[in-house]
């Protein structure tokens, strides 16, 4: 069964760097395996983030790319990602989600995580 | 950046045909998959490709694609479709762009 889960802190203050983790299980991020960040503010839109693939490749949000960072470590079957200098307008649901066999689509999504931006 | 548009909301009745747009420039040359989000869930992919179904997900839900609008066809429309609903689209080098999003409401 492919699972993933997010974790990290659930309220971070302005300015701060939030890190989130995500940690699969039931797949390996071999080749052609992609796992990618998307957020959700309360009651608005999915907004994709960030994308981390197989190889290592890396490709962001060109909205926010300065302020992101992805990362894998595949002993651990984890992805990472960190956002610098938090502000409430950030404030949102984080999710982690696999694509497969080379596709772009979304075939399995974690829970998700919120996080508030609040001092 | 690549702009899909959806409409906010969508009525339909029980038993009837639900029919969620989303519109882009050119957007039949591109793949366009949907995504169904029930109140406090994650996303659940219900339809790829344009018009593939994930394992699991009824026959009723369909899909299809040309010029600059895509359609998501929920056919039989049952209480338990209501959610939001979202299309992506998205390639290797491009950022994977999502709609507004639709809000099916079953009358």
């Known amino acids: 069964q492919v699972t993933l889960k997010e974790s990290g802190p659930v309220l971070v203050k302005p300015t701060q760097t939030l890190t989130l983790t995500c940690t699969f299980s039931?797949?390996?991020?071999?080749?052609?395996?992609?796992v990618s960040w998307i957020r959700q503010p309360p009651g608005k839109a999915l907004e994709w983030l960030a994308r981390?693939?197989?190889?290592?490749?890396?490709f962001y949000s060109t909205s926010l790319k300065t302020r992101l960072t992805i990362s894998k470590d595949t002993s651990k079957n984890q992805v990472v990602l960190s956002m610098t200098n938090m502000d409430p307008v950030d404030t949102a649901t984080f999710y982690c989600?696999?694509?497969?066999?080379?596709?772009?689509?979304?075939?399995?999504w974690g829970r998700g995580t919120l996080v508030t931006v609040s001092s | 950046s690549y702009v899909l548009t959806q409409p906010p909301s969508v009525s339909v009745a029980p038993g009837q045909a639900a029919r969620i747009t989303c519109g882009g420039d050119?957007?039949?040359?591109?793949?366009v998959h949907w995504y169904q989000q029930r109140p406090g869930q994650a996303p659940v992919l219900v339809v790829y490709?344009?018009?593939a179904r994930p394992s699991g997900i009824p026959e009723r839900f369909s899909g299809s694609n040309s010029g600059n609008t895509a359609t998501l066809t929920i056919n039989r429309v049952e209480a338990g479709d209501e959610a939001d609903y979202f299309c992506?689209?998205?390639?290797?080098?491009?950022?994977?762009?999502f709609g507004g999003g639709t809000k099916l409401t079953v009358l």
């Open positions: 039931g797949f390996s991020l071999s080749s052609g395996m992609r």
């Open positions: 981390i693939d197989w190889d290592d490749d890396k």
């Open positions: 989600a696999r694509t497969s066999n080379f596709h772009y689509y979304f075939d399995v």
């Open positions: 992506q689209v998205g390639d290797y080098s491009t950022e994977q762009v």
């Open positions: 490709d344009d018009g």
């Open positions: 050119n957007i039949g040359s591109k793949s």
